[in-house]
């Protein structure tokens, strides 16, 4: 059974640096799957941060692509992220996810969550 | 950015009922469309990928149909623990984005 876990602090300073790690368990970040991070603001909808593959490669989404870096660590199965310069406006639950598509074709779907962890942005 | 809006946002009805909610998408996305249940405090739960397939473990009172730019999913037979706020997600131009929601309430 796949299994992911967020962990990070859960309080940023405004205009800080956010940075999160996601374990992942019954499965080898090395497979060929990408991993990505999304987000969902208090009482609001999600939002896809970006994806990271086990080469490094990465997409980002262009709203946050100038501030996000998302990393992998295939020695501890695990990836990052890391927002900068943050405001009240990225305090949200942050999930990692694990994507799938069918026959490698780069459409995938999420099918595997973390549990989300909180980061609050305050001074 | 390809824009994705569900319809209704909020849904009421009674245990039995057959539940439907639509998703429409600003361009052509082919059928890579999928679909999301998530309960409070819980993370997303894949429910339907690519427009129709039903996730493993999924029941099958749950499915969907479209392609293109209109989608839309369907319980046959609400039930008490389908209580939720689904999402439809397009994955076929990066960035990926989600609906804004559509909450499912017991009457």
Known sequence: QVQLQESGPGLVKPSGTLSLTCAVFGDSISHGNWWSWV???????????????????????PSLKSRVTISVDKSTNQFSLKVSSVTAADAAVYYCARQRSLSGRPHPFFDYWGQGTLVTVSS | DIQMTQSPSSLSASVGDRVTITCQASQDITDYLNW???????????????ASNLERGVPSRFSGSG?????????????????ATYYCHQSNTLPYTFGQGTKLEIK
């Open chain 1, 39 to 61: 987000r969902q603001p208090p009482g609001k909808g999600l939002e896809w941060i970006g994806e990271v593959l086990h080469t490094g490669n990465t997409n980002y989404n």
């Open chain 2, 36 to 50: 999301y249940q998530q309960k409070p405090g819980k993370a997303p739960n894949l429910l339907i990928f690519e």
């Open chain 2, 67 to 83: 392609s293109g730019t209109d989608f839309t999913f369907t319980i046959s037979s609400l039930q008490p623990e389908d209580i």
